[in-house]
């Protein structure tokens, strides 16, 4: 069973910068993908970005292509969402979630994930 704790989310203003960090623990860590992924108020969860086990490929979706950096350090257990020029649509509760699965392309799709934390807000004012 794996545990992911979310951490970093914050109120902050349009074009501002902000780093997630999720640590894991109670697996190996280095045996999952890692995905982020964002609920908004009265929308459906999306994808934000993906990350191989190794860190060699990753995927955004295009809304934050260019904007946003994930990123992990398997010696820390832990993933990074690095968000920067943020916009007041970035708000929403963001998750990370891990998925059992050491290929090349890490899911972009939320049933391919196994495990999620519990979130943390992040709120854009305008």
């Known amino acids: 069973q794996v545990q992911l704790v979310e951490s970093g989310g914050d109120l902050v203003q349009a074009g501002d910068s902000l780093r997630l960090s999720c640590a894991a623990s109670?697996?190996?860590?280095?045996?999952?993908?890692m995905g982020w992924f964002r609920q908004a108020p009265g929308k459906e969860r999306e994808f934000v970005a993906a990350?191989?086990?190794?860190?060699?490929?990753?995927y955004y979706a295009d809304s934050v292509k260019g904007r946003f950096t994930i990123s992990r350090d398997n010696a820390k257990n832990t993933v990074y969402l690095q968000m920067g020029s943020l916009k007041f649509e970035d708000t929403a509760v963001y998750y990370c979630?891990?998925?059992?699965?050491?290929?090349?392309?890490?899911?972009?799709?939320?049933?391919?994930?196994?495990?999620w934390g519990q979130g943390t807000q992040v709120t854009v004012s305008s």
């Open positions: 109670g697996g190996t860590f280095s045996s999952y993908a």
């Open positions: 990350i191989s086990w190794s860190g060699a490929t990753t």
């Open positions: 979630a891990a998925a059992l699965q050491r290929t090349t392309a890490p899911p972009i799709s939320s049933p391919r994930y196994h495990y």
